[in-house]
């Protein structure tokens, strides 16, 4: 399976604190965003490490990232490491891998999220079931998630998109663009506020 992957990110202020990261490896691919709390010191510094967890843990040996556990194993020790950091604060992260035939895994904690908008315009909310706590925080509870396979669009993104975009809109907004690049742009543009702002960062990828 060939994967068309699209991203963007977007912010109001000077320095964002949302984060992503495509990564292709044997076998697929691996999607990540982090979204460090905003209002709260070193939000952006553990978004950064958050993003480093998975590189490491996709170069450690033995590291299977086809297999939901693998990631929610790593963001429980993450939360634990980025908690014992003096210079970070929190933040959310959401992980999916995806096999070159399609089927889906990964872990989240916090309030970022993953859906698959189908053709028909049908959402799975794949991060339904995961809880508030951010990576950091010490209290973090990461959930799995797993798909036999992807039918459709993936969108995921921080809350910035997911707080002020309800899930039909978003499903709307990704059916209306063939083109992933114009739909991550849209996607973005659908909240922002009349100026032109917005009320928190953004970072989206869509896969198809």
């Known amino acids: 399976m060939s994967f068309k992957i699209a991203t963007a990110t977007a912010s109001s202020r000077k320095n964002s604190e949302d984060r992503l990261a495509v990564h292709h490896v044997p076998g697929g691919v691996v ?28 170069g450690g040996p033995g590291f299977n990232p086809f297999v939901a556990r693998s990631w929610e194993d790593l963001l429980v020790e993450a939360d634990d490491e980025i908690e014992r950091d003096t210079m970070a604060g929190e933040t959310t992260s959401v992980i999916v891998a995806i096999t070159d035939d399609g089927g889906i895994v990964g872990a989240s904690t916090g309030d970022s999220g993953a859906i698959v908008v189908a053709d028909d315009g049908t959402i799975d909310d794949l991060t339904e079931q995961r809880k508030r706590k951010r990576l ?8 799995a998630f797993e798909r036999s396979v992807l039918e459709g669009v993936l969108v995921v993104a921080t809350d910035g998109l997911f707080n002020y975009a309800r899930p039909e809109v978003i499903a709307r907004v990704v059916g209306e663009h063939q083109d992933l690049d114009a739909a991550a742009r849209a996607l973005v543009d659908c909240v922002r506020l009349r100026s ?3 009320q928190d960062d953004v970072a989206v990828v869509l896969v198809r």
């Open 136 to 143: 950091g925080s010490g209290r973090a509870a990461p959930v």
């Open 196 to 198: 032109g702002d917005l």
């Open 31 to 58: 999607v990540v965003v982090a979204d460090g709390a905003g209002g709260t010191s070193g939000g952006g510094w553990a978004a950064d490490l958050a993003l480093w967890f998975v590189d490491r843990g996709l």
